[in-house]
């Protein structure tokens, strides 16, 4: 049937592999009257509201329709579903498994993005926004409504990339408007403002929508990325968000002066260690390095800025250089696995690139502009950059599969640069022997680059074809059974040649067709071929023979285990290569390899376990393609050996058979498997033969003459591929050269795959098996089942064939029909599956049906679980028996995951992703074809449950209570599967399960566990956490089991109690579906009848009223339960857990479950208390009454115009915010209640909200003094119990209990909890808290305290809303006593009362806490009560100031100039935190925003340098109080450079460096330390490089040699972590080395010259000429005599002169630990020059050389090419000791 010429006007024509499978032709037939029944009920279902279970069912039809057709629909409806479902996923309120379900539809919908252009769809972006801010930020997530499972969180991110391609023109300034008053760079807010940008800003091509896309941001959010040391979270989004910009507006930007900035915050994102151990910075030690951006993120901006004359492409250069020797094996470390990441990601992404510029199809997106299109010299440039790295990275010892794939994507487009690199690491590595890690590496990559290979690399390295035949001979030994994993990856080389190479010999075809020399020598290579293949098996033949099974000991399983996993693996490798080897083999040759199986495996007998399971393997492949002429010798072979074995009647009834017999039973069960009807001439053989054998007593020979009866009906009745051929003509074609034809991508359209089909004959020969087999085992089983005796061996014996059998016919066994079982929901539309068709005309058996086996199933089931319920064997063959009636249709679910993923990984290797998708070779072709044949055999999900299939599911679910462990575990799985299968099954079977949990005595342990482990299966938590009764019968029942007190039992019920936790999702109880939704609907197919739609509306209002009922039932139920029965403690505290989680923000909760919640506050349990206070947070938010917003006008306030453009930071306009004048603070009643609020920190900083909202006055508020007829009976409840003395004592009581000792802290939730009551109900119950408090406050007892912190930040925040008397008595109660607190805190509460005062501060205007503030400030340092007290008070007032940023400069100023004075303070704790308020006070202070009014670093830098005496006097030890200023300022420098770069503290940190030289002291030496670490880690802006490079110079100059060498540690590791930025100062840093290598003290030149070795090494100094030439220069100058006096010091002079050329030379050759460039056997030969030097030059020579030794001794073959003989001579002499005896 042509496909092509019909339906044009479809979306995509019918999924490509529907149209090669052997039923095409029904298939469009079929397509078009799925998706016109799934349109149909889909709209009549959103029609009538009925989004549970209608739009549910049918929208999941149609991810199936999509899965298995494709977008196989008009673009009209097309565009008409993409309305429907972003309606319905727009939902307010929406439930989230509906979230997670349409969104990811919407996905699949958008996912093609080609098909609709933005003429033909646009999309709003508001509604998206609400859910994404509903799902991460809502005001409701305490409550539940914001705590979604990670599954919907990432489809609502999936959804998200595809359908903001849609979002309007002008939606991008109003995203803008919205988000980009949140930008605040010391708030939180940030977080939130740049998650929406990064997901939601469009970043289409300017083409396409001009100045409103990226110009409107680009310029300002990439300064505020590269000008500020941002967290790894915030970096993470915007490197995505940039990176998709720059993918999609290639040529479009100018990159160009960010570049240097972006490659180094790239090379920093590694955490490469650079320097000394001790200035490592800690970040390079720390678990922060996994929030770090992604690497492939990076990688994607990066080969996105390649091309058009950009730098990008020599940046890469020298970054890749820079990483080149960490990606060494050798190097291994935590940077490894985000490096090799990098590296594949660049290939990957590269070709992406490259095959959207060249292979693309149109479409309404612009093209790459032509002068940014990557060109030829780009590709080589891209390549021979990654090359050497890839090479490098293929030995790394964590794996070898990053390199194979990047080796893979690079050989698809420079094939003559990456193969003969590869190939000649690849033929080294097979000439070693003691490197088996190099072999297994180098055959990974191989096999990753073979298609490139034998396709000549796409015409670029043709002579690539010639070292295949060498490949495959030197692979052929690596078949051994001694290295499991190099056979394993020579297996896989081999097959994956095998799948593309026609093994034909074309040597005769040379002189008779004309073709290229090369074609001719290729051709006469091919004789080799025949070779090739027969040692192929030569190998596996001498594998099966050395690899039987040997019994292990203990000491040696472990070992063991890794070995059979390793073996077991190796069997389908081998058998699968075999067969793809024989598919690809002419008839001749086949025969020949056929008669060497067959003799091999006729003349041996094996063991079963290994070699025999292995050899039958392969002869099943054998017979697999070979077909007829294979069946007749094996079969014919194997059932005379075991007939003539069989007349031996001891062989009948021993347990323990000839081994001989044995083999021959598992070689018959392997090579009747055959993918053709060639087997229908031997059936009756087999029958013959294996009715003898089902006499056989062995459990062993059983379970393979099960196979054997299975693989027979598989041949007979399955529908397959016959064949997997590289080519689709046979290989006896005369005059066609197939050398041709190696790699050659298949025709789509002529593709004609072979497919095998049931005939007529076969389906009978199948019957006739089912008849002679199936039917006596049947008859046994009924008469069985009618009291005959049976043993259980013969029981077991019985099961075990009828299983096999089943499972061989199952193709042949189609499922049964029937109606929806009675009791199921009912639905206004059809629900009702159809399966897809699978064949021409259904296949199936006259005489065998499934429903009839599974009736008898089922019968046998209760027969055996009421009279054998111990026969173990037998009801495990029985659950099988189940689970295959109900599951397997010839392929399960199961099965085709694997299978999908085995493809996978199979296309990874074979496939072209430069080209188009149809570019695949034939074999693999036809293996997707056969699996997509498979996806339609197995797609049954939400199958029709009839009462045939409830009944079975009920035998699994018995069968899962079982009193034995291995029957019960199989069961469930079984179970689970089924559930998740068959529609509403699980609501039927957990009223069942229910039942079990009881006391009596009728239910046994192993019951009652059985039915916890149930209630533990996915579909089953699933179906009882969103259905209101289930729910209520699941809680009740469990709550009043109380079965058994074991510790199996405990921990079960604490499983369900977790999982109802974890998985439990706030589900809808008033469901609401808006017109839009309708009138989407009734566009893809017409509107219903206004009586319909009538109808519709009733049920929807019946059902959301059942559902309100159904919800107060469960929370009133279990009240009831917990209040009026004495539960155990256990049961009460999961039944509090249970109402915890049913608080909900859209729906009040019974009076009954507040004040139970309530009374818990005070229970005697501990963990009860505990969810109590979560759940009374919970309850009180839910009674939060919402107070009355007004906006504010800003200009009004302000005083001044607003800014026009975006100026972040302070300024004039939102001055207003500050404190900067004392007169501005609210100080009576009326100037409070006129007072404008602003409580958000982040308001006004970055700029205004188009409206700026604020509390409305007291008068216009909710009524904070209410009596009890004012409140709801929730908060009646509330008042009553903390209007109790005895309660709140009780309360306080509990709360001041120690939980654990020394491990409890602050709790937040405690905080909240009061703050809410607080806010809700005033100060009603602050007398009764206020003796608690002041007692508590006082006291020195850690718990104590720790309750009145939480107490008292509760009161604080929850007074925001108080009126201003009633915050006047609140500051007149809290002054004392925070003044108290302020004199008794202790050591373990410090912690607490910090948190505390920052929870106060959070989200307040600063003028409502002044009265704090006056507090914190005043003399926080006294002198008098300790150094603790006093360090305490800092870090309480610092705790205050850090969560009010900007808007306290008055504060801030008076904070500094008091602190100035104690700079000098004695007592080091002190110190310490006047350094940490210090960096505080400047964290305002950053590059990217204006700062006017807060302190400045300048300011006090220069308040410093002239405080602090010249630079020869600082280290004296008579300057002790400058030393502890200087002490200070360290930790200072050290935390303010963590904050926001160190750049500008440089010039202060020079300064100090002469304290290194201070050896009396031991504080200074590791706050320099830590000082210079965290300078040096930190990043340098490109204003500040030259000020830093001029101080590093200054520095040099230093008289004092310590200097310098902490000048030189600081220069390796800024430069290195800053390397692109400083590269405008590569000359003047390389002056200063070279300068520095000339000191006078030795540790100084050495140091300078390791620091220019690594500068050259990572291709920073690049002048390698001049360097090479300057340091043979001068180490060769000339040595006098040694003389005394006046000419020695002349002599000195001129030996550091000479020893700094020395170590120059030292210098490149460390430059260079794993390559030998061209220029190095030079300068090692001048390196042997000296080694006769005196000291310290011999030592520098012999250090040097006895590096390069070590670090080039793995490749020395390799590099040893690079020397001539001569200089090979010197180098032995140099490396070489002479021997002693010499």
């Known amino acids: 049937m042509d496909f092509s010429d019909q339906h044009r006007s479809y979306q995509k024509q019918l999924l490509l592999y529907n149209r090669h499978l052997p039923y095409a032709e029904l298939l469009e037939d079929e397509s078009r009257s799925l998706f016109e029944d799934i349109k149909q009920n889909l709209s009549i279902a959103v029609q009538k509201k009925e989004l549970w279970p209608g739009a549910l069912y049918w929208t999941n039809r149609l991810t199936s329709y999509i899965r298995v057709c494709g977008l196989h629909f008009p673009k009209e409806d097309h565009i008409k579903l993409v309305h429907l479902v972003y309606k319905l996923v727009t939902i307010p309120d929406l439930e989230p498994p509906l979230i997670r379900t349409w969104s990811t539809l919407l996905g699949t919908l958008l996912k093609k993005w080609r098909l609709l252009s933005r003429d033909d769809l646009i999309l709003p972006w508001r509604p998206l926004y609400t859910l994404v801010k509903d799902m991460y930020h809502s005001e409701h997530k305490q409550i539940k409504k914001g705590i979604y499972l990670k ?13 903001r391609n849609y979002f309007a023109v002008e939606s991008t300034q109003e995203m803008l408007d919205e988000w980009r008053p949140l930008l605040c760079p010391f708030d939180l807010a940030m977080v939130e403002g740049l998650t929406y940008l990064h997901q939601f800003l469009p970043t289409l091509p300017a083409q396409l929508i001009g100045d409103h896309g990226h110009r409107l941001w680009f310029d300002e959010l990439i300064k505020l990325w590269l000008g500020w040391q941002i967290n790894p979270a915030l970096e993470d989004m915007l490197i995505n968000l940039f990176a998709r910009l720059a993918r999609h507006n290639i040529g479009c930007i100018d990159w160009t002066p960010y570049m240097n900035q972006i490659f180094s915050r790239i090379l920093r994102s590694f955490h490469i260690p650079v320097g000394p151990k001790e200035l490592m910075s800690e970040h390079n030690h720390s678990a922060d390095k996994e929030k770090d951006f992604s690497a492939s993120q990076a990688a994607l901006l990066i080969v996105s800025l390649l091309g058009g004359g950009s730098p990008a492409q020599q940046c890469l250069d020298e970054l890749m250089l820079a990483l080149e020797s960490c990606y060494h094996p050798s190097n291994l470390g935590h940077h490894t696995k985000r490096l090799l990441d990098f590296m594949a990601g660049l290939a990957v992404q590269f070709i992406l690139r490259l095959k959207r510029e060249r292979y693309s199809k149109p479409s309404w997106l612009p093209e790459v502009p032509s002068h940014a299109k990557l060109n030829e010299s780009d590709i080589d440039c891209f390549v021979k950059c990654l090359l050497p790295t890839v090479q490098l990275a293929m030995f790394n010892k964590m794996t070898a599969l990053y390199a194979a794939s990047t080796f893979h994507n690079l050989a698809l487009i420079r094939s003559d640069l990456v193969l003969p690199r590869l190939l000649e690491s690849t033929f080294r590595g097979l000439g070693t022997v003691n490197e088996p890690h190099q072999v297994t590496a180098s055959l990974q990559c191989v096999a990753g680059v073979c298609r490139s290979l034998l396709n000549g690399g796409n015409g670029r390295y043709t002579e690539g074809r010639k070292h295949v035949f060498s490949l495959l001979t030197m692979i052929l030994p690596g078949i051994d059974c001694n ?14 040649v095998a799948e593309m190479l026609p093994m034909v010999d074309c040597s005769s075809s040379v002189g008779t067709i004309e073709m290229t020399e090369e074609e001719k020598e290729l051709c006469l290579s091919t004789g080799q071929l025949e070779d090739l293949v027969l040692q192929y098996f030569d190998r596996c033949f001498a594998l099966i023979e050395n690899i039987a099974m040997e019994p292990t000991t203990a000491m040696d399983r472990t070992g063991a285990l890794k070995s059979d996993k390793l073996e077991n693996l190796l069997c389908p490798v081998v058998s699968f290569t075999t067969r793809m080897l024989l598919q690809q083999c002419p008839a001749k040759l086949n025969e020949v390899i056929l008669e060497k199986v067959f003799q091999f495996a006729t003349s041996h007998v094996f063991e079963s376990q290994v070699s025999g399971k292995l050899c039958a393997e392969i002869c099943g492949s054998v017979t697999k393609t070979i077909g007829g002429p294979a069946l007749k010798l094996f079969i014919h072979h194997c059932t005379q050996v075991i007939e003539h074995s069989l007349e031996d009647p001891d062989q009948v009834v021993s347990e323990h ?4 017999l044995v083999w021959n039973i598992q070689l018959l069960s392997q090579v009747v498997l055959v993918t053709d009807d060639s087997l229908v001439p031997y059936v009756q053989d087999c029958i013959t033969c294996l009715k003898r054998c089902t006499k056989l007593k062995s459990r062993n020979a059983i379970s393979d003459i099960g196979k054997a009866l299975s693989n027979i009906l598989q041949s007979l009745t399955s529908t397959n591929p016959k064949e997997y051929r590289c080519l689709q003509i046979g290989y006896n074609v005369p005059q066609h050269l197939y050398i041709r034809d190696w790699a050659l991508p298949a025709d789509t359209k002529e593709l004609k795959i072979n497919w095998h089909v049931p005939s007529h004959e076969e389906l009978q020969a199948a019957e006739r098996v089912m008849s002679e ?51 199921s929901p009912s639905s206004l539309v059809r629900m009702e599956r159809e399966n897809y068709i699978t064949s021409l005309q259904e296949i199936k058996f006259n005489n065998f049906s499934r429903k009839a086996l599974a009736e008898t199933a089922h019968r046998l089931t209760e027969y055996v679980l009421q009279h054998h319920e111990d026969d173990t064997k037998s009801m495990l063959c029985l659950i099988k028996l189940l689970s295959t009636l109900m599951l397997n249709f010839s392929v399960s679910g199961s099965d085709i995951e694997e299978k999908k993923q085995s493809y996978r990984i199979t296309k990874e290797g074979l496939g072209d992703k430069l080209r188009r998708k149809e570019h695949l070779v034939r074999s693999l072709f036809i293996q997707r074809a056969f699996l997509h044949h498979q996806l339609r055999v197995a797609e049954r999900s939400m199958s029709t449950l009839t009462d045939l299939h409830l009944i079975l599911i009920k035998d699994l679910a018995k069968l899962s209570i079982s009193a034995y462990t291995e029957v019960r575990v199989s069961a469930q799985d079984a179970l689970k599967n089924c559930l998740e299968t068959y529609l509403y099954s699980g609501r039927m079977v957990i009223p069942d399960i229910l039942s079990l949990l009881n006391n009596s005595t009728a239910i046994s342990h192993d019951q009652f566990k059985g039915a916890l482990h149930v209630l533990l299966l996915s579909p089953v938590v699933h179906v009882y956490l969103h259905n209101w009764a289930m729910m209520k019968q699941t809680f009740i029942t469990i709550l009043q089991a109380g079965h058994s007190e074991k510790p199996s039992i405990i921990n079960l019920l604490q499983e369900v109690l977790i999982a109802v936790v974890k998985k439990y999702e706030t589900f809808s109880i008033m469901f609401k579906v808006p017109d839009g939704c309708v009138q989407a609907a009734a566009m893809l197919t017409g509107p219903l009848s206004s009586e319909e739609l009538v109808d519709g509306d009733e049920r929807l209002q019946k059902n959301n009223a059942e559902a309100s009922q159904d919800y107060e039932d469960v929370v009133n139920s279990l009240s009831d339960l917990v209040t009026n029965e004495k539960l155990l403690w256990r049961c009460s505290q999961m039944a509090t857990q249970f109402l915890t989680i049913l608080v909900r923000h859209d729906y009040m909760f019974p009076v009954k479950g507040v004040r139970l919640l309530v009374r818990c506050l005070v229970h005697d349990t501990l963990n009860i208390r505990k969810i109590a206070y979560v759940a009374n947070l919970l309850l009180f938010q839910q009674m939060k009454r919402q107070h009355i917003k007004t906006p504010v006008d800003i200009r009004q306030q302000a005083g001044v115009e607003l800014p026009t453009a975006i100026l972040p930071g302070e300024r004039p306009d939102n001055e207003w915010l500050c404190i900067r004048d004392d007169s501005k603070i609210p100080r009576t009643a009326e100037q409070w209640k006129n007072f404008v609020f602003i409580d958000k920190t982040h308001w006004g900083y970055y700029c205004w909200p188009k409206t700026l909202y604020t509390y409305a006055p007291a008068s216009q508020q909710p009524k904070m003094q209410r009596n009890s007829e004012e409140m709801c009976e929730g908060e009646r409840a509330v008042m009553e119990a903390f209007s109790s003395q005895k309660f709140i004592d009780k309360m306080v009581e509990y709360l001041c209990f120690e939980e654990n000792k020394g491990k409890d802290r602050y709790k937040s939730d405690k905080a909240v909890l009061f703050k809410e009551l607080f806010r809700s109900f005033g100060n009603s119950f602050l007398p009764l808290l206020k003796p608690h408090l002041e007692r508590l406050a006082a006291d020195q007892q850690e718990s104590n305290q720790r309750c009145a912190v939480e107490i008292i930040a509760g009161l604080i925040a929850g007074s925001k809303h108080w009126s201003y008397e009633m915050q006047q008595d609140l500051q007149t109660f809290l002054t004392p006593l925070i003044r108290k607190v302020m004199e008794s805190v202790t050591p373990e509460t410090i912690d607490d009362w910090i948190a505390c005062f920052s929870d106060i501060s959070a989200d307040r205007d600063p003028r409502r806490l002044h009265w704090l503030f006056e507090i914190l400030t005043d003399t926080p340092l006294r002198g008098t009560d300790g150094a603790f007290l006093d360090s305490s008070r800092l870090q309480l007032l610092q705790a205050a100031l850090a969560q009010q940023e900007w808007r306290v400069p008055l504060l801030a100023h008076r904070v500094l100039e008091y602190i100035k004075g104690y700079l000098a303070h004695p007592f080091k704790s002190v110190r310490t935190q006047v350094a940490q308020l210090l960096a505080q006070l400047f ?71 002469p304290l290194s030289t201070v050896e009396d002291d031991e504080e200074i030496g590791p706050l320099l330390k830590a000082a210079c670490a965290s300078l040096g880690h930190s990043e340098v802006l490109p204003a500040y490089v030259p000020v830093i490079v001029g101080a590093m110079k200054k520095l040099a100059e230093s008289s004092l040699w310590k200097v310098k060498v902490s000048t030189l540690q600081l220069l390796q590791i800024m430069v290195f972590e800053n390397l692109f930025v400083f590269h405008s100062q590569e000359a003047e840093i390389t002056e200063l080395l070279l300068l520095l290598m000339q000191d006078s003290q030795l540790e100084v030149r050495e140091l300078a010259a390791s620091t220019l070795s690594g500068l050259v090494h990572c291709g920073f100094v690049r002048n390698l000429p001049n360097l090479k030439a300057s340091f043979i220069k001068h180490s060769r100058i000339p040595l006098p005599k040694k003389l005394s006096g006046v000419q020695q010091i002349g002599m000195e ?65 390799e590099h040893k090419q690079k020397f001539t003989d001569d200089q090979l001579s010197m180098l032995a002499d140099l490396l070489v000791s002479p021997s002693y005896y010499a």
Request: include cysteine; charged fraction near 20%.
């Open 151 to 163: 599954e919907t969180v990432q489809a609502v991110k999936g959804m998200l990339s595809h359908v």
């Open 483 to 496: 290295d499991h994993f190099k056979t394993l990856f020579s297996l896989i080389v081999m097959k994956t």
């Open 657 to 660: 058979l000839d081994k001989e």
């Open 773 to 823: 087999f199936l039917q006596p085992q049947l008859d046994s089983l009924e008469e069985f089942m009618r009291g005959k005796s049976m043993s259980r061996d013969d029981l077991h014996q019985s099961l075990e064939i009828v299983h096999s059998v089943v499972t061989g016919a199952t193709a042949a066994l189609p499922p049964w029909k029937g109606k929806q079982v009675e009791g």
């Open 1483 to 1553: 964290y305002q202070d950053i590059p990217v925003v204006q700062n006017h009014y807060n302190p400045k670093r300048e300011d006090f830098l220069a308040y410093i340098m002239a405080l602090l005496p010249p630079l020869d006097q600082l280290a004296s030890p008579h300057h002790e109080e400058i030393l502890r200023i200087c002490k200070t300022i360290l930790i200072w420098l050290t935390c303010s450079s963590q904050l926001h770069g160190g750049s500008k503290l440089f010039g202060m940190l020079a300064t100090l460096l």
């Open 1693 to 1757: 002079a001129l030996l550091v002169k000479r020893h700094s050329g020395v170590l120059g030379l030292a210098a490149l050759i460390g430059a260079c630990p794993y390559t030998v460039p061209d220029w190095l056997p030079e300068v090692i030969a001048e390196m042997a020059m000296h080694q006769h030097d005196p000291a310290p030059l011999q030592a520098t020579v012999k250090k040097a050389m006895s590096d390069f030794r070590r670090t080039h001794h793995d490749s020395w073959s």
